[in-house]
């Protein structure tokens, strides 16, 4: 995280202070289960990417928010079972966007990025962004921090929500209707394995699958042939430690996630 983005979320949690926050239960709106379809960069200001536009780690993941105030984000480490939401002030999307992501001294053009800079083709309406505030015990008397360093969360049209996360990195997340099928790279007629008829099973680790198998082809495709036979025994490798986990949901999305980062550097 940049000193400037750290500043930038800094002050919204003392904006979280100076207001009342609300109770476990989010806003009706956030509560579902969301896909993320867009993973939104400043592209006027790579030098400060956590995350590329449209990376694989983020793209696809499945996020849950469910009354009791639970939230849960791919399935791994990334949950919360003791979340308060802090209404911060309405705001113009842009306005917001360009308060959470300021650029630093070496940012290129503009000082403040618009939604254009994001790719972000949504009206620059007002919103109603939150802050979520996790407690991860609440017996140990901690204080609550932001859940995934996420500044907000705000509802950008009736069927996707924005979250500004980790610090230099909008995603967009469309709701997943109930009953939509699950869709993972391969045919789940023709699952082999209790770790495939997991996958088939979970909205989420099939997620994961779709990005893993997506990012897989494009890495061999740049490949030179003797990196090519590398890479492939490398995924044979990996998928005997996958099935490994069996019917492990939380181990096979582990795998995964960990998978993705290894192939994101090759």
């Not at 000193?3 to 609300?22: D, E, F, P």
């Not at 997620?207 to 890479?231: E, H, W």
């Amino acid at each position: 995280m940049t000193q400037h983005h750290s500043r930038a979320i800094a002050t919204l949690l003392m904006a979280c202070a100076t207001l009342r926050v609300s109770a476990a239960a989010p806003p009706a709106p956030f509560v579902d289960t969301w896909l993320v379809t867009q993973v939104a960069a400043d592209r006027q200001d790579p030098q400060n990417w956590v995350f590329k536009p449209q990376d694989p780690r983020l793209l696809n993941r499945v996020m849950t928010i469910a009354s009791d105030g639970r939230l849960d984000f791919n399935l791994t480490t990334e949950a919360c079972s003791h979340v308060t939401w802090a209404p911060q002030p309405p705001s113009r999307l842009s306005a917001l966007a360009a308060k959470t992501f300021p650029r630093g001294p070496r940012g290129s053009g503009r000082k403040a990025p618009t939604l254009a800079d994001f790719d972000l083709k949504f009206p620059d309406s007002t919103v109603k962004p939150y802050v979520a505030l996790c407690l991860a015990d609440p017996a140990a008397r901690d204080k609550p921090a932001p859940w995934g360093n996420a500044a907000w969360f705000t509802m950008l049209d009736a069927a996707r929500m924005g979250v500004a996360y980790d610090s230099d990195t909008v995603l967009v997340l469309e709701r997943i209707p109930p009953g939509a099928p699950v869709r993972p790279s391969f045919a789940c007629a023709g699952a082999k394995s209790p770790t495939e008829a997991a996958i088939c099973g979970s909205q989420a680790l099939a997620g994961y699958d779709r990005s893993i198998a997506d990012l897989y082809q494009r890495v061999l495709q740049k490949a030179d042939a003797k990196t090519r036979a590398a890479i492939e025994q490398e995924q044979q490798a990996w998928l005997k430690t996958r099935d490994a986990c069996k019917a492990d949901g939380v181990c096979i999305a582990n795998s995964m996630a960990d998978r993705l980062g290894l192939l994101v550097q090759e």
